[in-house]
């Protein structure tokens, strides 16, 4: 039996497959949706019992690309776990970044100045633009529309070339350090930031335009993975796919970081919790991150680009080798010897997929006693089985690129 | 704040007296310690009460202390949420050797995942959870990684001399 060679006679499908027979003397099977399958775009796995192309159960496999970064970071200073959390969400790893350095910051109570604050937001808007298009417009590819992601993805790359300008990396970024920046952004950089949010707003217009009164798209995402307010706040969830099932939670209107207090936005919700209305609120929230760099931009204060922190912040290279002093900081700070009080501190920040949060526990060490990061994909992914149930093959393809699942988020 | 600390401590101290204790603001999350017994007791009050309504399981967290006395050697953190009023409270129980505690899953269901990657990584045994086994880690792993004893490296390893990394078995 085709059942056997994919899973062992024990579990439990291959035993509901043995005892059901439909109507017409057709029998259930067994589909295996991954670990590696283009369709799902990273690596997890899925058993699928299926009655024709009509899903009956799922059961989720996970870890297929877990790298211990909870572990690896109570080995490492402070500094060093930045390079772990770009790996997380890797289509947004500027707001991991920060993330990351706003709990040290939180940690260390240092105060960042304005203008670095007003920066980091515009980064963490654009890493959000990033994430979304890119979820969104894999959206469009997994229902068969391939022109909207063409139409989009080119901006991906602008965003890219923003960051290569702020820190010189692409996709895993490791920008900023503790306190601020590592340097103020060059004139390259805000040029082709003004570019973006010119040319940008049109090719996200017609974007919608090509999807949101598209018939075919509307009915392959309507009413396709729906999930109540109710359920969806059970699971954990949160970010735009808590906001689609309408509820209005955002951790940049509930707990504001990094000056967020400072600019006016709305919170997109959606109603019925489906896939389009999570296509619908991401391509809202891109709209307001939008408006937040104008706002950002307009109103960026002058002044120094990180915090006079010496214990942490790298001296200038010229110092480290013209002045003891920059030197034994050099020094302490590059073996992780920073003073770390001993303190329990928990902070979110809104990342691409939802609140992403850092539980630190520091002994006095140079490392983290314990760092637990609360992974928003990991814990939604957990109302997949359920969203999937009852809907077809395709539609589970759809509902899995509508949640925006990042393997490298998910696992950690 | 409409919800206030002192309000929910009296509620908790009301109905759990001595069970709940070392109430404190931790920075600027307030949080306590219950007894292990009763925390799913603890967890039900706290999302039921309508007055307190925590609703939502921020996260899950299993920590082990192995410098602890016996009845302190793991921690399991929870983190709740009540979104009306934006006031975050942390619940904090510690466990012995061998730790056992009852589940939670069925009051969040959220904490499914949570508790089984607590399972995986500490060995913290959620008692009546629907499904408690690996989730990160491969399923014919024996030992629970995150414990502190778990070496982060394989030490058998030979491709990689230590001394060329600036590391040596005392700093780490």
Same mark, same amino acid.
């Given at each position: ?412 | ?41 603890? !967890?039900?009050? =706290? ?11 921020? $996260?899950?967290? %299993? +920590?082990? &202390? ?37 589940? !939670?899953?069925? =009051? ?11 399972? $995986?990584?500490? %060995? +913290?045994? &959620? ?46």
């Amino acid at each position: 039996m085709m059942s056997d060679l994919l899973l062992p006679p024990e579990h439990r499908y291959a035993k509901i497959i043995e005892q059901t027979r439909n109507d017409d003397g057709s029998e259930l099977s067994i589909l295996n949706l991954g670990p590696t399958h283009p369709a799902t775009h990273g690596i997890f796995q899925n058993i699928l019992l299926m009655d024709g192309e009509r899903i009956l159960d799922a059961e989720p496999t996970i870890g297929y690309i877990h790298r211990a970064f909870e572990k690896i970071a109570e080995n490492r200073p402070f500094y060093q776990i930045n390079v772990l959390t770009d790996r997380m969400n890797y289509c947004s790893s500027p707001i991991n970044n920060m993330a990351w350095w706003i709990t040290v910051e939180k940690l260390l109570e240092i105060e960042v100045p304005k203008r670095a604050q007003y920066l980091r937001v515009i980064v963490m808007e654009l890493a959000r633009i990033a994430d979304h298009l890119i979820c969104n417009s894999i959206l469009g590819v997994d229902t068969g529309a391939y022109t909207g992601f063409l139409y989009v993805f080119q901006f991906r790359e602008k965003i890219y070339e923003i960051y290569e300008e702020i820190c010189g990396a692409r996709l895993t970024t490791n920008m900023g350090r503790i306190g601020g920046f590592e340097r103020e952004w060059s004139d390259e950089a805000f040029k082709k930031l003004d570019t973006f949010l010119i040319d940008f707003p049109i090719a996200w217009k017609e974007f919608e335009n090509l999807f949101e009164r598209n018939r075919i798209f509307i009915d392959r995402t309507v009413d396709v993975g729906s999930i109540s307010a109710e359920k969806a706040m059970q699971y954990g969830f949160t970010g735009p796919n808590l906001r689609a099932a309408g509820i209005d939670y955002d951790v940049r209107k509930a707990q504001p970081y990094s000056s967020y207090e400072d600019f006016e936005f709305d919170v997109p919700v959606g109603k019925s919790g489906d896939t389009y209305d999570r296509f619908c609120v991401r391509n809202a929230e891109v709209w307001e991150s939008l408006n937040i760099i104008k706002q950002a931009l307009a109103k960026l204060p002058k002044g120094p680009i990180h915090a006079d922190v010496p214990d942490y912040y790298l001296p200038p290279k010229e110092d480290v080798y013209n002045n003891m002093e920059s030197l034994i900081y050099h020094f302490k700070i590059v073996m992780g010897e920073v003073p770390v009080p001993v303190a329990e501190i928990y902070h979110a920040v809104e990342g691409g997929n939802g609140e992403l949060g850092f539980y630190l526990i520091t002994d006095g060490s140079r490392t983290p006693y314990r760092l637990k990061m609360r992974r928003p994909c990991y814990i939604y992914y957990q109302a997949y089985t359920e969203m999937i149930k009852g809907g077809m093959l395709s539609d589970a393809i759809v509902i899995l690129s509508s949640l925006n699942v990042i393997a490298g988020e998910l696992d950690a | 704040m409409a919800l206030e600390i002192a309000y929910i401590q009296e509620k908790l101290n009301q109905k759990f007296g001595n069970n709940v204790l070392n109430f404190e603001m931790s920075r600027d999350i307030f949080s306590f310690e219950a007894t292990p017994n009763l925390i799913r007791e603890v !967890i039900r009050f =706290l999302k039921e009460e309508e007055s307190l309504n925590f609703h939502f399981l921020t $996260d899950l967290a %299993g +920590i082990h &202390f192995p410098d602890n006395d016996d009845e302190h050697q793991f921690s399991v953190v929870y983190q709740l949420h009540n979104w009306v009023e934006n006031v975050r409270i942390r619940v904090k129980t510690y466990l012995p050797e061998n730790p056992q505690i009852d589940t !939670i899953s069925d =009051l969040f269901l959220c904490a499914n995942w949570m508790e089984r990657e607590a399972w $995986d990584f500490y %060995g +913290i045994k &959620f008692e009546g959870h629907p499904q408690l086994k690996r989730i990160l880690n491969m399923d014919e792993m024996v030992s629970h990684p995150m414990r502190k004893e778990f070496p982060m490296e394989d030490s058998g390893r030979t491709d990689k001399d230590d001394r060329f990394f600036g590391r040596t078995q005392i700093n780490g």
